[in-house]
């Protein structure tokens, strides 16, 4: 099966077979992924002209409840996404990380905006400012729709969350929608948006797919349009760099690596609640998707004199995770994505113990 690119109101397929994409856990290949053949410059001009247009003659409030609708809808074929979501590797309880809380976002930015955005096209920022002694001469600044198109370009950990905290706040603002999934999970992106665009809750426009590279489509953009980039710091200072990017003053948002922690304080000492709080979450941050997760921790820090306790408890916590084929009943941790992630992490691994003990595991047995 080649998944298909959602490009100008229709399906299309790439020229070419693409990139292979597997079963996280038995390594069959699910679908091919490519873009080949897609006119880029269309699909942005298609945004533009057909997508942007319909939001923009829409009020806060009613883009609010397009996005409430399409929240509704989601919710209802859920079991669909969770039975895909497998694939990826993910566990039930990964899987209503991702869906449930894709479309929980989606419903939490459709309250808000009915809540404290007016029933209005253009959004009115602060109060009238005199900028005269006699008063003739006044300013008010207000917000409106931008005319471009929002390019998202998502990471593989969060197929449907990822896109739908982007496209939330983007269909509120007006701004029509093209969505490029990480190559490895774009099969449940694909999925998703194609339920998407058989409810017709959304206008023609408002949302487009590219499964696949984005091919020359950064050449393209122009100062009205943005971009929103989740990934690895490595790629995205490659993407910020882009000539358009540069001459036309593109805004470009980029979610990267993180350095988070858990510390441990001096006085949770072994068998305080403050304790066993931690080892819990520190087993929670390294097993919840795989560890495969941006909010994920990088270190554990704690005291000197109680490290060999803490080891000793997540030692005996690990040792009863059940590491396997998601769909198994008790297997709390699923495999890791792809071939590439497992040997990135062996790699990682491997440079780690050149400076440090291997408390838990075994990577020539796993």
């Given amino acids: 099966m080649n998944l298909q690119s959602y490009v100008t ?11 292979a994409l597997r079963d996280a856990t038995t390594g069959e290949v699910i679908a091919h992924a490519s873009s080949a053949g897609v006119d880029f410059g269309a699909i942005l001009t298609y945004a533009r002209e057909v997508g942007g247009p319909a939001l923009r003659a829409m009020t806060f409030h009613e883009r609010a409840a397009l996005l409430k609708a399409l929240a509704k809808h989601l919710t209802e074929l859920k079991e669909e996404f969770y039975a895909l979501s497998y694939r990826t590797g993910a566990t039930k309880g990964d899987s209503m990380i991702d869906i449930d809380g894709g479309i929980g976002t989606a419903f939490a930015f459709a309250s808000k905006a009915s809540r404290e955005l007016q029933n209005t096209r253009v959004h009115v920022d602060g109060d009238v400012e005199g900028l005269s002694k006699a008063g003739s001469f006044v300013g008010q600044h207000i917000f409106v729709s ?42 449940l992106t694909e999925l998703v948006v194609r339920r998407i665009i058989e409810s017709r809750i959304l206008p023609p426009g408002a ?4 499964c696949g ?7 393209h953009l122009e100062c009205q349009d943005t971009v929103s980039f989740t990934g690895s710091a490595h790629t995205a ?39 066993d709080l ?21 270190k554990a820090v704690v005291p000197a004199k109680v490290a060999g306790d803490v ?54 047995r796993f």
């Avoid at 983007?170 to 190559?183: D, N, Q, S, Y």
């Fill in 9 to 19: 109101g229709t399906w299309r397929s790439g020229r070419d077979d693409g990139v």
């Fill in 146 to 187: 931008r005319e471009g198109a929002a390019v998202h370009i998502n990471a593989f950990n969060f197929p449907v969350w990822g896109m739908l905290e982007k496209l939330a706040p983007a269909l509120l603002a007006g701004m029509p929608v093209i969505v490029k999934p990480a190559t490895a999970t774009a099969y």
């Fill in 207 to 210: 949302l487009q797919l590219v």
């Fill in 213 to 219: 590279s984005l091919g020359n489509l950064f050449d």
């Fill in 237 to 275: 200072a490659q993407l910020r760099v882009h000539p358009a990017i540069i001459r036309n003053a593109v805004p470009f948002v980029a979610e990267t690596d993180s350095l988070n922690s858990s510390i441990l304080a001096m006085d949770a000492a072994p068998g305080t609640a403050e304790f």
């Fill in 278 to 298: 931690f080892v819990k979450e520190v087993v929670r941050e390294m097993t919840v998707k795989a560890g495969q997760k941006c909010t994920a921790i990088r």
């Fill in 311 to 364: 080891v000793a408890a997540l030692q005996a916590a690990l040792a009863k995770i059940v590491v396997g084929d998601p769909r198994d009943e008790g297997v709390r941790m699923g495999p890791l994505v792809s071939q590439e992630q497992r040997t990135q992490v062996l790699e990682q691994v491997a440079e780690l113990r050149t400076e440090a003990d291997l408390v838990a595991g075994n990577p020539d």
